[in-house]
């Protein structure tokens, strides 16, 4: 029975340019990702059957993970299901019948804004790809995995990059200092679409798409070149998260948690996505591992992370020994510390 072990990394959002909403729903936005080196533990066991089966379980590790979190959809609730299936269907009876496992250990806290569900869902479409010989293309898979949620296709191909459209046109920056970050992981999750009502609310960017398109590309253009110099002190005046004051305005902890990391020395600090996980940038590896442990926020773990360029590995089928030595995947190793 072949077994596929994966890693699935987190994200954070270096920045997040909200635009209007369209008339899709969705709202424009120019974002930079960045895979960070918290990942979520995949096990894939595919065995020959004569239907279709697929089973999504998960299991949170004993110590350390939200307790506020919504319990971990199974089967196909989750997206890591929904992307099984989409890719039985898009191979159309090109790939044998199988029964496919999927097991997640999640260490990603869910509906954080760290992308956990999304990378879940990338990591099984290309694991299933690679496994079955590559029936899609590089674009098919990332069409499946844009129709599965904006940030899938980003999942993909990892490292840093930039997200235009609702999120799903991904562009990836080049090579790159790593970032050492503390991130803080909340216990209490916020749900993506209720903070994007919110920033509607609160009067959304308040310019018109054109002119937004153009403030966005030279904010972009500021971040890129930090980004690209190493200066950790530009990166920090760069980054921004449009939708962090309606996070904050949802949840009182948020802004608590950010003024904790400034307060802590971090050169800059902001929300990843539409948080609640809040995110400092620090001066160094060092620096990082030595602030997380010493800061509190009501609602928050502190932990500390790098951010780096290295793309998400291409899977490999592991030998046919479930368990076997040797079994990787997508992202198999976390990053190194930058
Ligand atoms: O694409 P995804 O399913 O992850 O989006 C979840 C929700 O977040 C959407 O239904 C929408 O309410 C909101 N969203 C948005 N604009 C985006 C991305 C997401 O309004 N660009």
Redesign the pocket.
């Known amino acids: 029975m072949p077994t596929i072990e994966l890693l699935a990394p987190a994200k954070v959002n270096l920045s997040l340019l ?1 635009g209007p ?2 008339p899709d ?5 120019v974002t930079v990702l960045n895979t960070i080196s918290i990942n979520d533990r995949l096990r894939l066991s595919l065995r020959p059957a004569t239907d279709w089966r697929i089973r999504v379980s998960g299991r949170r590790p004993v110590d350390g993970y939200p307790t506020e979190a919504p319990a971990l959809p199974s089967d196909t609730d989750n997206l890591a299901g929904q992307a099984a299936t989409l890719f039985v269907e898009a191979t159309n009876g090109r790939v044998p019948v199988s029964e496919v496992d999927v097991e997640i250990e999640k260490h990603i806290p869910v509906a954080a804004g760290l992308g956990g569900g ?1 990378s879940n869902a990338a990591a099984v479409l290309a694991a299933l790809n690679e496994h079955f010989g590559r029936p899609l293309t590089t674009g098919s898979l990332a069409s499946l995995a844009a129709r ?5 296709p980003f999942f993909l191909v990892g490292g840093r990059a930039v997200g235009r ?4 046109l991904v562009a990836p920056l080049g090579e790159g200092p790593g970032l050492p970050l503390v991130i803080g992981l909340p216990s209490f999750p916020l749900a ?2 209720e ?3 919110q920033f509607d609310r609160r009067g959304g960017p308040r310019t018109s798409l054109r002119q937004w398109l153009a403030d966005t590309e030279d904010a972009l253009a500021l971040l890129q070149d930090a980004l690209a110099s190493g200066d950790l002190a530009r990166v920090a005046g760069a980054l921004r998260n449009d939708l962090a004051e309606s996070a904050a305005s949802l949840r009182p902890e948020v802004g608590p948690a950010v003024q904790a990391l400034l307060a802590a020395g971090s050169r800059g600090a902001t929300v990843s996505g ?1 948080g609640p996980t809040v995110f400092g940038l620090a001066s160094s590896w060092e620096e990082a591992l030595g602030m997380a442990p010493r800061l509190t926020a009501r609602g928050y773990r502190f932990v500390a992370a790098s951010a780096t360029t290295a793309s998400v590995a291409t899977p490999v089928t592991a030998p046919a020994v479930p368990g076997g030595a040797g079994a990787s995947g997508h992202a198999t190793k976390p990053h190194d510390a930058p």
């Open positions: 909200v909403r369209r729903g969705y709202h424009e936005l999304s599965l949620g904006s940030d899938v459209g609702r999120g799903e993506t679409p903070v994007y009502r539409s």
